[in-house]
T-cell receptor, first 113, second 114 residues
């Protein structure tokens, strides 16, 4: 059974710092891994989708890496800004179950001015 | 192009009532999935619809049901509401059920049961 874990649960950094969020999964037979951002009380915004055949995916100040063999993904945020404050979630689709996603519990990021 | 639209955004219902939530996917997307988000349990999968058929169902009681229309719009219904059904209900839209398909979420419906 696939399980997804995100550590730490919360992170507070000063503005301008580079940071890494971690996501681990127990079953390496994944099609892809998706990173989302969620602002309080709002829906999820897709940040990056990294396919199982890829090692990295970049969008602006964000870079996601994927290591299937070790069951890990990281989301690197460069030069963090207060506007980056949100909860970041990673999710993987369940093998052979179409659109069903398994989510981690999220990392709540606070970037202090 | 328009994103995933969920209506209503907020609902307050009384225990025992029933509620219907609506989701309009991104134009051209045929797969719609529903999730329940609570502080204690996080995001949990409810069900997935594709081509008007339920393709997958999560571990929720039969009080939770849904359907999908020919235009891919989806509704979910919760009958005999309980206090524990208070949650943010999120709808996700995907182009299809193929491998590697990206999911896009709506803003959610905040349901409060009193």
């Amino acid at each position: 059974k696939q399980e997804v874990t995100q550590i730490p649960a919360a992170l507070s950094v000063p503005e301008g710092e580079n940071l890494v969020l971690n996501c681990s999964f127990t079953d390496s037979a994944i099609y892809n891994l998706q990173w989302f951002r969620q602002d309080p009380g709002k829906g999820l915004t897709s940040l990056l989708l990294i396919q199982s055949s890829q090692r990295e995916q970049t969008s602006g100040r964000l870079n996601a890496s994927l290591d299937k063999s070790s069951g890990r993904s990281t989301l690197y945020i460069a030069a963090s800004q207060p506007g980056d404050s949100a909860t970041y979630l990673c999710a993987v689709p369940v093998y052979n179950q179409g659109g069903k996603l398994i989510f981690g519990q999220g990392t709540e990021l606070s970037v202090k001015p | 192009k328009a994103g995933v639209t969920q209506t209503p955004r907020y609902l307050i219902k009384t225990r025992g009532q029933q509620v219907t939530l609506s989701c309009s996917p991104i134009s051209g997307h045929r797969s719609v999935s529903w999730y329940q988000q609570t502080p204690g349990q996080g995001l949990q999968f409810l069900f997935e619809y594709f081509s008007e058929t339920q393709r997958n169902k999560g571990n929720f009681p039969g009080r939770f049901s849904g359907r999908q229309f020919s235009n891919s719009r989806s509704e979910m219904n919760v009958s005999t509401l309980e206090l524990g059904d208070s949650a943010l209900y999120l709808c996700a839209s995907s182009l299809d059920r193929g491998l590697g398909t990206e999911a896009f979420f709506g803003q959610g419906t905040r349901l409060t049961v009193v």
